[in-house]
């Protein structure tokens, strides 16, 4: 991060290193006279003397701190510079960018369930985001006794409720326990606002929470797949009937087209079942009046045919 010389140093300015660090305070022995101010884009510039906020700067650039700072600190205005002596001040870089980071149940939370007297154990996923919001709470709670503060820390304090906020408002919202995923947006902004109001106490504002995935036991997942494959066997054959009926009533050229090669597979579908059904009630008539076994009209053996051979008489 920021590297110094000895109390000749004439910059102050923090160089990040790290992604995760939320301040960092640079607090050498003396500002001396010529010394500059370098605040990078992403950063603030806080200066405290005596434990005081002095002044706060947000714009980026090199700055010399005898004209360009010293003359809007709240009570070191008239400070003159002398050639041995120099303000015994701290500097508070703040990072401005807005953290994304990830949570996760520490433990299974056990949601009430009818038939449980454990609850229904679930696991949950996803993010969270923050930023610095109030410097003055902040500095007061947590940069004025640290050197420097990290995303692990916040993430610490966002960990030790979000188990309990996460059952809080999956019960409050009064959802279907295995739909949980469907009305994630509406638990997540629950919990958002809880947890802002809990980490606000510290200057930090939590601007986003997200559940991206829920599970639940193996036992539970496996019962859920299985109604679900029953659940589509018993519509497939409805499914299948109301896709044809469909591709019949399309009003476009590509959806007469499916309607008439819908038309002309039920036609044959229909022919060949009439056929069925014809051949099937003459089997049966022929079965329920059998053909004699002689002609009644001149005696010929009939060898079980529907017309006599020798003169012709219908004998079915």
Request: proline letters at 3%; charged letters at 20%.
């Amino acid at each position: 991060m920021g590297l110094f010389g000895n109390q000749f140093s004439d910059v102050i300015e923090w160089n990040e290193s790290r992604d995760d660090v939320i301040f960092w305070k640079w607090d050498n022995d003396e500002i001396k006279k010529g010394s500059r101010l370098i605040i990078r884009q992403g950063q603030d510039a806080i200066f405290m003397y005596n434990g005081r906020v002095e002044g706060v700067f947000k714009d980026s650039g090199s700055f010399d701190i005898a004209s360009d700072i010293v003359p809007f600190l709240s009570t070191l205005k008239g400070f003159k510079f002398g050639f041995n002596s120099g303000i015994r001040a701290e500097v508070l870089f703040i990072n401005t960018k807005e953290f994304t980071v990830r949570w996760g149940t520490k433990n299974a939370i056990n949601l009430p369930a009818p038939g449980l007297p454990g609850g229904m154990p679930i696991r949950a996923f996803g993010t969270f985001n923050f930023k610095v919001s109030d410097y003055d709470c902040f500095i007061e709670k947590i940069a004025g006794i640290k050197k420097q503060y990290v995303v692990d820390d916040v993430k610490e304090r966002v960990m030790s409720l979000s188990d309990q906020l996460l059952m809080k408002w999956i019960v409050k919202e009064g959802k279907d326990m295995f739909n949980i995923q469907a009305n994630a947006y509406d638990i997540g902004k629950g919990i958002a606002e809880d947890l802002d109001m809990e980490l606000m106490k510290i200057g930090i504002t939590i601007t986003g929470f997200v559940i991206q995935s829920v599970s639940y036991p193996e036992q539970v997942t496996r019962m859920q797949e299985k109604v679900a494959s029953q659940s589509m066997a018993a519509n497939m054959n409805h499914y299948t009937q109301m896709a044809m009926a469909d591709s019949m009533t399309q009003n476009t050229a590509g959806g007469n087209m499916a309607a008439d090669m819908a038309g002309m597979q039920m036609g044959m579908m229909m022919g060949q079942q009439m056929a069925n059904q014809m051949a099937n009630a003459m089997n049966q008539n022929s079965a329920a009046n059998p053909a004699p076994k002689f002609c009644p009209n001149c005696g010929t053996p009939t060898n079980g045919a529907k017309f006599c051979s020798n003169c012709g008489q219908k004998l079915i």
